[in-house]
């Protein structure tokens, strides 16, 4: 699981920072999961290392501009550039309809490869290896936070051992590596956990983006190895954001201390923080630090590989 930031900025982008967008790679299913898909995100993609052909799934949290206006651009370069791969997007009430309105005055055929679907909170989509799952956060219009879970695989097969123990390598070996029971031909029963090693714990990543603080985000992100959450305001403007419904540097860092999160990374920034404002994104990174030390501030193309847990 390796994540990258392709727009950290809020609301509007800027010289350095594009507006929110997130990938989260998932090698071991050559895909890439996007997380919202503000304007200029099929320009990321161009800037870094990730392929748009390998956008499998698209989860957006709100409808704002800021999250929704690269939308349309990634699906109609994906078509024009005859990237056969299905898309499923899923996000909040009115994306289905948003996302036909703009292709019809646009004149431009969505085809049969794009599927749109509604979230409520609670479980989102479920694979062999993932499952994702929301729930409704506190802001201004509904917005989602989305929990990413690996799910736990069988330790590492000792191939060594099922060779002395005269199994025969072959199809037989897949089944053993996930743990199965197994009969051989001479009659023996083999379980295959006896020959893997120490399961291996799946990954948790959430995303937690527009929001005030809000229970639902602590509850979302119990546990999780990374929580990458808003920070649009420093703590001086917790009136200001309150009043927008959106999180301060400190808001961030109490969900994560209360979820119990092994990192945090910040973004979603206001562009009001700057040298010449007085107060500097640095500064919103101390802030946080003083409640829960593991922050992190993300920028354009900040990619960060969710370590396993050991």
Same mark, same amino acid.
């Given at each position: 699981?390796?994540?990258?930031?392709?727009?950290?900025? #809020?609301?509007?982008?800027?010289?350095?920072?594009?507006?929110?967008?997130? +990938?989260?790679?998932?090698?071991?299913?050559?895909?890439?999961?996007?997380? @919202?898909?503000? =304007?200029?995100?099929?320009?990321?993609?161009?800037?870094?290392?990730?392929? $748009?052909?390998?956008?499998?799934?698209?989860?957006?949290?709100?409808?704002?501009? @800021?999250?929704?206006?690269?939308?349309? /651009?990634?699906?109609?370069?994906?078509?024009?550039? /005859?990237?056969?791969?299905?898309?499923?997007?899923?996000?909040?009430?009115?994306?289905?309809?948003?996302?036909? +309105?703009?292709?019809?005055?646009?004149?431009?055929?969505?085809? $049969?490869?794009?599927?749109?679907?509604?979230?409520?909170?609670?479980?989102?989509?479920?694979?062999?290896?993932?499952?994702?799952?929301?729930?409704?956060?506190?802001?201004?219009?509904? &917005?989602?936070?989305?929990?990413?879970?690996?799910?736990?695989?069988?330790?590492?097969?000792?191939?060594?051992? %099922?060779? &002395?123990?005269?199994?025969?390598?072959?199809?037989?070996?897949?089944?053993?590596?996930?743990?199965?029971?197994?009969?051989? =031909?001479?009659?023996?029963?083999?379980?295959?956990?006896?020959?893997? !090693?120490?399961?291996?714990?799946? *990954?948790?990543?959430?995303?937690?983006?527009?929001?005030?603080?809000?229970?639902?985000?602590?509850?979302? %992100?119990?546990?999780?190895?990374?929580?990458?959450?808003?920070?649009?305001?420093?703590?001086?403007?917790?009136?200001?954001?309150?009043?927008?419904?959106? #999180?301060?540097?400190?808001?961030?860092?109490?969900?994560?201390?209360?979820?119990?999160?092994?990192?945090?990374?910040?973004?979603?920034?206001?562009? *009001?923080?700057?040298?010449? !404002?007085?107060?500097?994104?640095? @500064?919103?990174?101390?802030? %946080?630090? %003083?409640?829960?030390?593991?922050?992190?501030? +993300?920028?354009?193309?900040?990619?960060?590989?969710?370590?396993? *847990?050991?």
């Amino acid at each position: 699981m390796e994540i990258t930031f392709l727009g950290t900025s #809020s609301g509007v982008p800027t010289r350095s920072r594009n507006v929110s967008s997130v +990938a989260l790679r998932l090698p071991q299913k050559a895909e890439v999961w996007l997380f @919202d898909c503000g =304007e200029g995100t099929q320009h990321q993609f161009l800037r870094s290392e990730i392929k $748009s052909s390998q956008v499998r799934r698209i989860f957006v949290t709100h409808m704002h501009g @800021d999250h929704t206006f690269g939308l349309m /651009g990634l699906i109609a370069s994906g078509g024009l550039a /005859g990237n056969g791969q299905n898309i499923d997007i899923y996000g909040p009430s009115g994306l289905e309809e948003y996302l036909h +309105a703009c292709a019809k005055y646009a004149y431009m055929n969505l085809g $049969s490869r794009l599927r749109v679907h509604k979230v409520t909170p609670g479980l989102v989509y479920e694979d062999d290896n993932f499952k994702v799952s929301c729930q409704l956060l506190k802001h201004r219009v509904p &917005a989602y936070g989305y929990r990413v879970e690996e799910k736990d695989r069988p330790g590492r097969f000792d191939v060594e051992k %099922a060779k &002395a123990l005269g199994i025969p390598p072959g199809p037989i070996y897949g089944k053993l590596k996930q743990g199965q029971t197994i009969t051989l =031909e001479d009659g023996r029963i083999i379980n295959g956990a006896e020959l893997c !090693g120490a399961p291996e714990t799946g *990954r948790k990543m959430v995303y937690c983006t527009d929001t005030v603080f809000c229970d639902a985000a602590v509850e979302l %992100a119990k546990d999780a190895d990374v929580l990458i959450h808003e920070a649009t305001y420093a703590h001086q403007d917790a009136e200001m954001a309150f009043d927008r419904l959106h #999180s301060t540097s400190t808001m961030a860092a109490q969900v994560a201390l209360l979820a119990g999160v092994k990192q945090l990374i910040m973004t979603h920034f206001s562009p *009001r923080y700057t040298a010449l !404002g007085g107060i500097t994104l640095d @500064d919103l990174k101390q802030e %946080a630090r %003083a409640i829960f030390p593991q922050t992190k501030l +993300a920028y354009d193309f900040y990619t960060y590989e969710v370590p396993r *847990r050991r």
